[in-house]
């Protein structure tokens, strides 16, 4: 009999169920304990297979820097153990047959960046601003037109990123409501009113892989000058990109690049709201715009966790993480390290936020950092500065997802100048 690894997580904590992810207060006071009382712990609970927990930032980034020992295709988010199961009887993997760029390790992962990193950065993000800029201003008419009052979640935060990602990738814009609906049932699949049936998600992931064919397959008969011609006739090693992977990057786009920038957006909303000061800073300072964004994605720290698998024996502090073990990387925890951030809980838009993984580290760190820095920016330093009161017109709910989250509802009262 093998003895089980220590130190084991205390029965009492839980930082890695959807569940746990309701109740903000609670879940960084744990963090906050195994921060400074048990950075790495062991977790075997239902319903996920076992797991070591990783808090600390340097921790996060140290594993994130050692990509080549610890890697992501066998393993990369928390899915309960009857799912997986599922998975590899239906796909012969447990990952669903589906290799996105967040699945593959080097050298094929840097291949397939390549296809998009340049729509994300510089002269490619460059090209995007106006459009970005121009979805903002509609989104702050259409909460003029609300009357003073709107669910800032539901109304606004999921509407912006969504339009801008379906507009980059050249989806129509129609299927707007149809994008939506899919991916919350993907990302949030844990939360029971989100998906069908209890089905975690499979529904949806199998029908949205047949919309997102027809629009690779129409995109390589007709290129255009977007994303989504882009992945349909990217070349591999001098071949065309295979079917699989072209589905799997369309689908790690749209689902990477929307509810994590809705999740910022309304979180910020709700920083700002219940720390007015800020605002006022802001106002004071448009040039704090930036940092302000990235305060935010530290405070709110939309992805809550991946997943790695080691390769070979590492001792990380002082406990072994055996080859075969998996790791779960919580960034939340890593966003709130006493070590790195004072008073990490505090939302402040003029602190130093260099070294927050709100957006990872190391080979994986998020393609689409930029554009979605720049979301926040366009939108929030628009609105500012025109809002003469803003506040919560209601108790705001949290979605319950340990993978990527936010608010469900956030009701708001405000007053233009
Ligand atoms: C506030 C918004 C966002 C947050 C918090 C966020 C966060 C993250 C995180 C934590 C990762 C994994 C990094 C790692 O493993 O070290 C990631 C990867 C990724 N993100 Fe984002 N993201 C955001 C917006 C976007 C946007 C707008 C896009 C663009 C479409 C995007 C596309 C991607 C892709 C494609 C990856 C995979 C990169 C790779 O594996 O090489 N994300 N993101």
Redesign the pocket.
Known sequence: MTATPNPRLPDGIDIFSPAAYGDEARLHADFTRLRRDMPVAWVDREPYRPFWTVVCNEDIKLV?KNHDIFVSAPRLTLIPKAIEEATLQMFGSRTGGSRT??DMDEPD?AKY?DV?ARW?IGSGLRKLTPRIEAIADSFIEKMKSMDGRCDFASDIAVWY?LEA?TSILGAPSEDGPYILRMTQALLAAGDPDLQKEGDYGMAAYGEFMGYLGKLLADRQANPTDDLTSAIANARIDDNPIGMIEALSYMM??IT??HD??SA?LAGGMYGFITHPQEMDKLRADPQLMRNASNEI?RWVS??RH?VRTATEDFVLRDTTIRAGDAVVLF?PSGNRDETLFENADAFRIDRDTSGHV????????????Q??LF?LDAFFSRLIPQLKRIELAGEPKMIASNLVGGFRSLPVRYEFN
């Open positions: 994130e760029i967040l992962h960046r998009s994300f990123p990602i790690v786009t990477a690049g994590t920038t910022a994605c939309p992805v991946f960034y709100a957006f990872g580290y190391g080979v994986h760190a998020c393609v689409g950092r554009l979605a979301e």
